[in-house]
């Protein structure tokens, strides 16, 4: 990872002091809405389960992994600030999301996922189904079943749930924290804008109908913070189906690669550098990738990571 990268690493990396607040007498409740939802807790959470990695490390980034029973399904590779403290969680399931009876094996309190699709039938059951238990569950609000509840994905939107998960981990100080070094990492990459006047391929996944990122999600504010243009701005969405067509005709100045388990971005760079008319792109032929992992392209924490990540790479630093 790049020193400017590293640098916002370590900044938010958090000291957790492993106790976590004691819902006995005397503790307040805490209530807050999530996806058209009422999230209510004695106090706050003791025994909480993530299920994907964007709520894993939004816990991390806080230091409640003292106040942690279980984590699942990861993305790629937890960010290297929290790996000592991801590893004092038990993972459930690195690669998918845990069986129903493993995860209330843990007798969670609270289950946070990034996703709605976490509490289908397929995956651990519905959230009515852990009302029924008495445990709370959350959502990411950018994730939220119901779309039209979605908030705008935007900083001001990632910081509310950061401190969302201030609120229910009893942890507001430290939330607080996070959101001011996003801020204030955000406002340095934007006086830099080392993307002015470059056009910018977002390439997540797939060949032959490339994912990319839209004028909507994580990839769209950290192109809009290090100046750059949105060869898919006309998209709408955060990630959705491009086409190489439009790829061929922006040829981009620099190309964005995901790097994620199931599509790395080593794969992405062999198959544009042998696509007989991709290998011709401008950004393919002067070598102009930038590398984010998956994890730090979506909204949580780690996107202020993705952001300074991209803006360091072109400023020729190695990510």
Sequence with gaps: MSSAALSVAAALTLTACGGSSNSGDGTASISLQNCGRTVTLDGPAERAVTLNQGATESALSIGA?????????LDDTVAPQWQAAYAQVPALDEKDYPSRE???????????????????????????????????????????????????VAWDSIA?????????????????????????TLA??????LAKGKSIFWYDSNTDTPYVGGNAGGPQ??????????????????WADGSWETVLKANPDVIVLADASWDTAEAKKEYLRNDPALKDLKAVRDNAFVVVPFSASTPGPRLIEGA???NDQ????RG
Excluded: H, W
Aim: glycine share 14%; with cysteine; hydrophobic share 40%.
């Design 221 to 238: 504010l950290i192109i809009d913070a290090v100046g750059g243009t949105n060869v898919f701005a006309g998209l709408d969405g955060a």
């Design 102 to 152: 493993a995860l209330l094996e843990t007798k969670p309190d609270l289950v946070f996922a990034s996703y709605s699709s976490a509490f289908d039938e397929k995956a651990v059951g519905s959230q009515e189904s852990f009302d029924e238990l008495g445990i709370a569950t959350y959502v990411s609000p950018f994730g939220c079943k119901d779309k039209s509840k979605r908030p705008p």
């Design 308 to 310: 300074a990540l991209v």
């Design 188 to 193: 340095g990459i934007e006086s830099a804008a």
């Design 160 to 184: 509310t749930e950061i401190t969302d998960y201030g609120t229910l981990f009893g942890r507001e100080s430290e939330a607080d924290g996070v959101v001011s070094q996003m801020r204030e």
């Design 314 to 317: 072109l400023g020729g630093g």
């Design 65 to 73: 992994q003292g106040q942690m029973v279980g984590t699942a399904y």
